[in-house]
Antibody, heavy 120, light 108 residues
Framework: EVQLVQSGAEVKKPGESLKISCKGSGYSFTSHWIGWVRQMPGKGLEWMGIIYPGDSDTRYSPSFQGQVTISADKSISTAYLQWSSLKASDTAMYYC?????????????WGQGTTVTVSS | EIVLTQSPGTLSLSPGERATLSCRASQSVSSSYLAWYQQKPGQAPRLLIYGASSRATAIPDRFSGSGSGTDFTLTISRLEPEDFAVYYCQQYGSGLGTFGQGTKVEIK
């Protein structure tokens, strides 16, 4: 079964750092882009950026460039999303998803989401 | 960055009725790299339509997509109780994607 499994919920204070993960299984992890999507409480979906685990080529949405870092470790089939200094406005659900070229870059498999709460 | 505008914001319909959702892009979407997703409360989004008009695996044929260029439509021919949810369109081009703000389909 193709799946993406994300790390668990996080509660952090403003200014702290954080790295959340997304582990792929059941397919060739290095052959498909992985995207990260933010959903703030009660709001819509926002495209953050994508990474190709095969060579770590990374693209960021202008809104998120410089705010987060996307990385991957292909040896353990895991992609990451990290913050160096969290803000309260980073409170959201974060999803990873697989992009598939033959599906015209549709995101066909999604992780279960990681809730990040930033509060003093 | 391509901006996607979905309308209406909320659609109030009864089971069995037809739903027509619109997604308009601020510039042409390349190669019909336009997808539609369904999201229910507490769940991750689910891919319904890719390439503007192709149904994803296991998606019922009451869901259909159409359009090209800047205007796209998702149609649900006869609403089933499980179809009441929020729907998002999404485009991809040159390594960058964007989502529409969503249309909520609610029970009238």
């Amino acid at each position: 079964e193709v799946q993406l499994v994300q790390s668990g919920a996080e509660v952090k204070k403003p200014g702290e750092s954080l790295k959340i993960s997304c582990k792929g299984s059941g397919y060739s992890f290095t052959s498909h882009w992985i995207g990260w999507v933010r959903q703030m409480p009660g709001k819509g979906l926002e495209w953050m950026g994508i990474i190709y685990p095969g060579d770590s080529d990374t693209r960021y949405s202008p809104s998120f460039q410089g705010q987060v870092t996307i990385s991957a470790d292909k040896s353990i089939s895991t992609a990451y999303l990290q913050w160096s200094s969290l803000k309260a406005s980073d409170t959201a659900m974060y999803y990873c998803a697989r992009l598939v070229f033959i599906l015209k870059w549709g995101m066909d498999v999604w992780g279960q989401g990681t809730t990040v709460t930033v509060s003093s | 960055e391509i901006v996607l505008t979905q309308s209406p914001g909320t659609l109030s319909l009864s089971p069995g009725e037809r739903a027509t959702l619109s997604c308009r892009a601020s510039q042409s979407v390349s190669s019909s790299y336009l997808a539609w997703y369904q999201q229910k409360p507490g769940q991750a989004p689910r891919l319904l339509i890719y390439g503007a008009s192709s149904r994803a695996t296991a998606i019922p044929d009451r869901f259909s997509g159409s359009g090209s260029g800047t205007d796209f439509t998702l149609t649900i021919s006869r609403l089933e109780p499980e179809d009441f949810a929020v729907y998002y369109c999404q485009q991809y081009g040159s390594g960058l994607g964007t989502f529409g703000q969503g249309t909520k389909v609610e029970i009238k």
